[in-house]
């Protein structure tokens, strides 16, 4: 009986963990990165025929409410695929890796990432998504937006 108890309580709290929407990041890794200087960084000209990231929701033109659905596009070029599992995401400007935090709630498929619900805290955010194609060649996308 404890056993069939125990199972019903550790059930409900999966499913209630799993409900939530994603905490993208933490208030405190929000200011930081807000407060630092800005890394340098290169310019660099796209590969030729290189993946292709679309930001498909949220739309970034326009302040962003939290939690939001996130939903990313990815193109390649005849002749290549998409790797998934070399799908990237980091943070402001010390560049946190938070794939993991993403992996942890969906999916990335040779087609895009679908997350239903990101929290990020009110404040200004920028990420870095990077995705490879079966020939190695690296497509990047910096999106950078405001949540009210």
Same mark, same amino acid.
């Given at each position: 009986m404890k056993k069939i108890i125990f199972s019903c309580i550790a059930s409900f709290a999966f499913l209630t963990h799993a409900a939530q *929407?994603?905490?993208l990041? /933490?208030?405190?890794?929000?200011i930081e990165s807000n407060k630092a200087p800005p890394l340098f960084t290169a310019k660099a000209i796209p590969e030729k025929? =290189? *993946?292709v990231i679309q930001i498909i929701n949220p739309k970034i033109a326009s302040t962003v409410s939290s939690p /939001? *659905? +996130?939903?990313?596009?990815?193109q390649s =070029?005849?002749?290549?695929t998409v790797k998934p599992e070399s799908f990237k995401v980091l943070y402001g400007t010390f560049q946190?890796?938070?794939?993991?935090?993403?992996?942890?709630? /969906?999916?990335? /498929?040779?087609? %895009? +990432?679908l997350v239903q619900a =990101?929290?990020? *805290? =009110? %404040?200004k955010h920028k990420l870095i998504l990077n995705i490879e194609d079966s020939q190695g060649r690296s497509g990047s996308q910096v999106v950078e937006f405001e949540v009210k």
């Open positions: *929407p994603l905490m990041v /933490t208030v405190d890794e929000m025929d =290189a *993946p /939001t *659905p +996130v939903e990313i596009k990815f =070029a005849d002749q290549s946190i890796d938070i794939t993991k935090r993403i992996l942890n709630v /969906t999916k990335v /498929t040779s087609d %895009g +990432v =990101a929290n990020l *805290p =009110a %404040g």
